[in-house]
């Protein structure tokens, strides 16, 4: 077992010595942006962020393997739970006013970078927009309803119409005696 431990670590210090730029120094480093919820209240800066089961939040760290934390007032999704955990260790983030942390411990000539990049794609997404020309939003909820399994694409026989007579399949009700 140790051996192919050693093994793994020096293949891993040669991809890594193969990529000719790393030093191999990785460092740990944290920014914060701050979500504007003084500046519009009613706007549900969390959901937007989180998206469907948290998987829009997820891209994010994929994409830019940073990890991405919603902290302070209102991060936690009952509002009784968050006030029974305020002042306890841990939760002191709950005192401050809603923001996100975000960290990435990298190889230190890219850590800037993908900071940045996370830091530009979740400003992008704390920019409220009229839900009528949100784009984002549509396809979170079209992901949703894929996972619930309650999408019906456009042009299918239920989009647009509700009607009674139609199960999903186009196809009529069998009529019942009354």
């Known amino acids: 077992m140790q051996i192919s431990g050693l093994m793994q670590s020096s293949s891993a ?77 841990g939760y002191e983030h709950l005192n401050e006013p809603l923001h996100i942390l975000v960290e990435a411990e990298l190889p230190v000539e890219i850590v800037d970078a993908r900071l940045m990049q996370a830091r530009e794609i979740l400003e992008d997404l704390l920019k409220p927009v009229d839900e009528s020309h949100d784009f984002y939003k549509k396809q979170q909820l079209r992901e949703l309803a ?26 009529k009700r069998a009529k019942t005696r009354g």
């Open 13 to 89: 210090q040669n991809w890594l010595s193969s990529q000719g730029s790393s030093s191999g120094l990785i460092v740990k480093r944290t920014i914060r942006v701050d979500i504007p919820v003084e500046k519009y209240p009613n706007f549900n800066f969390v959901g937007r962020l989180l998206g469907p089961r948290g998987n829009s939040l997820k891209r994010v760290e994929a994409s830019t393997e940073c990890r991405v934390l919603i902290r302070g007032r209102g991060s936690i999704k009952d509002p009784a739970r968050e006030e029974m955990m305020r002042g306890k260790p």
């Open 146 to 171: 894929l996972l619930n399994g309650t999408l019906r694409e456009e042009g299918s026989p239920m989009s647009g119409s509700v009607s009674p007579f139609h199960n999903s399949l186009g196809m």
